[in-house]
Nanobody
């Protein structure tokens, strides 16, 4: 499995930007699809964005398309989530997740390694 540590969360005003990072350790990172999920208080955890092992394919939730960008650097074992034009509805704990997945596609579920989460708070 891959061990994951998120960073980069914080408090930002609506319309602002944040970049989340997820540092991974483990031999299978470069063969793993990576995803960002979030969970707001009182709500279920939801998929935000995902990227295939090569970085060539990405998927986004409709609510973040055009505002968030996921990317990865396999040489640094790191995945990023650039979040622009943030809204109060984006307030949540954001989790990084990994799934060993050889097809160069983005799975939407069955991720089996998770980070501890980082809080993102967007004020109006």
């Amino acid at each position: 499995q891959v061990q994951l540590v998120e960073s980069g969360g914080g408090l930002v005003q609506a319309g602002g930007s944040l970049r989340l990072s997820c540092a991974a350790s483990g031999r299978t990172f470069s063969s793993s699809a990576m995803g960002w999920f979030r969970q707001a208080p009182g709500k279920e955890r939801e998929f935000v964005a995902g990227i295939s092992w090569s970085g060539h394919n990405t998927q986004y939730a409709d609510s973040v398309k055009g505002r968030f960008t996921i990317s990865r650097d396999n040489a640094k074992n790191t995945v990023y989530l650039q979040m622009n034009s943030l809204k109060p509805d984006d307030t949540a704990v954001y989790y990084c997740a990994a799934r060993y997945f050889l097809p160069d596609l983005v799975p939407l579920g069955d991720y089996n390694s998770w980070g501890q989460g980082t809080q993102v708070t967007v004020s109006s």
